[in-house]
């Protein structure tokens, strides 16, 4: 009976933990080129169990949360047609800004010009040009700015910057943001006037939530009913 405890309590901290990045998905299914969280668990681990060095049996210890990961493919390409809109065609690639933290990347393409000049997005972060340095926009608005597939910011025809693109296998760091030693983009591909939905699958996400919130509830009530058996045992060696 330990040992069925002990693998449904286990069952419950996998299902919890599972839980937890399909509502964290979820939460996200409306973010600019957010990227679902995966998990991994290992095997379900038993050790042998020994009483004055006389084996007795075995104990399930149940499954490990391993890894945790993002699926990096590409969300849906949604248009809109302004141009300070811009998607990223390759999966691997990133745009660099400047936080308050230092220099993070992003999948975002949702840019706008502040009150400054820079060009920046939601978060008034600024979009760093291929010297690391944020984007001043001089004279332009929207309605005379191109973005070419190069990543090169135009003006009225004239080139003013190039939008720092880099690539490589980078780590999630909260708020949309990534974090690592990327390398500049040997090929950017970008499209203006489009963004990048989330990846992100609602109606599967909430069905596999309801699997798991079933499972759970589950192993609630199979470790509450070997609480019990465990309970009479006691009580009815007690008695003898």
């Given at each position: 009976?330990?040992?069925?405890?002990?693998?449904?309590?286990?069952?419950m901290?996998?299902?919890?933990?599972?839980?937890?990045?399909?509502?964290?998905?979820?939460?996200?299914i409306?973010?600019?080129?957010?990227?679902r969280?995966?998990?991994?668990?290992?095997d379900?681990l038993?050790?042998?169990?020994?009483?004055?060095?006389?084996?007795?049996?075995?104990?399930?210890?149940?499954?490990?949360?391993a890894?945790e990961?993002?699926?990096?493919?590409?969300?849906?390409?949604?248009?809109t047609d302004?141009?300070?809109?811009?998607?990223?065609?390759?999966?691997?690639?990133?745009?660099?800004?400047?936080?308050?933290?230092?220099?993070?990347?992003?999948?975002?393409?949702?840019?706008?010009?502040?009150?400054?000049?820079?060009l920046?997005?939601?978060?008034?972060?600024?979009?760093?040009d291929?010297?690391?340095?944020?984007?001043?926009i001089?004279?332009?608005?929207?309605?005379n700015?191109?973005?070419?597939?190069n990543?090169?910011?135009?003006?009225?025809?004239?080139?003013?910057?190039?939008?720092d693109?880099?690539?490589?296998?980078l780590?999630?760091?909260?708020?949309?943001?990534?974090?690592?030693?990327?390398?500049?983009?040997?090929?950017?591909?970008?499209?203006?006037?489009?963004?990048?939905?989330?990846n992100?699958?609602?109606i599967?996400?909430m069905?596999?939530?309801?699997e798991?919130?079933?499972?759970?509830?589950?192993?609630q009530?199979?470790?509450?009913?070997?609480?019990?058996?465990t309970?009479?045992l006691?009580?009815?060696?007690?008695?003898?």
């Amino acid at each position: 009976m330990t040992r069925g405890i002990i693998a449904s309590a286990a069952g419950m901290r996998a299902s919890q933990a599972r839980l937890d990045v399909l509502a964290n998905n979820l939460a996200n299914i409306s973010t600019t080129g957010f990227k679902r969280d995966e998990v991994a668990f290992s095997d379900f681990l038993e050790r042998n169990m020994s009483v004055e060095n006389r084996p007795v049996g075995k104990i399930g210890s149940g499954p490990v949360l391993a890894q945790e990961m993002s699926i990096d493919e590409n969300g849906p390409a949604i248009p809109t047609d302004n141009p300070l809109d811009v998607r990223l065609e390759k999966p691997n690639q990133f745009f660099a800004v400047q936080t308050p933290d230092g220099i993070r990347y992003t999948r975002d393409g949702a840019m706008h010009i502040d009150s400054d000049g820079s060009l920046v997005n939601a978060s008034g972060y600024a979009y760093l040009d291929a010297t690391e340095r944020p984007i001043q926009i001089t004279n332009g608005n929207s309605a005379n700015i191109k973005i070419a597939p190069n990543g090169a910011v135009q003006v009225d025809g004239v080139e003013q910057a190039v939008l720092d693109v880099v690539e490589g296998s980078l780590t999630k760091a909260g708020q949309n943001l990534y974090t690592g030693n990327p390398q500049p983009a040997t090929d950017p591909k970008l499209v203006s006037g489009s963004l990048e939905g989330s990846n992100v699958n609602a109606i599967q996400t909430m069905v596999e939530m309801i699997e798991l919130q079933r499972n759970f509830d589950a192993s609630q009530r199979a470790i509450r009913t070997q609480d019990e058996l465990t309970d009479e045992l006691i009580r009815s060696l007690a008695n003898r």
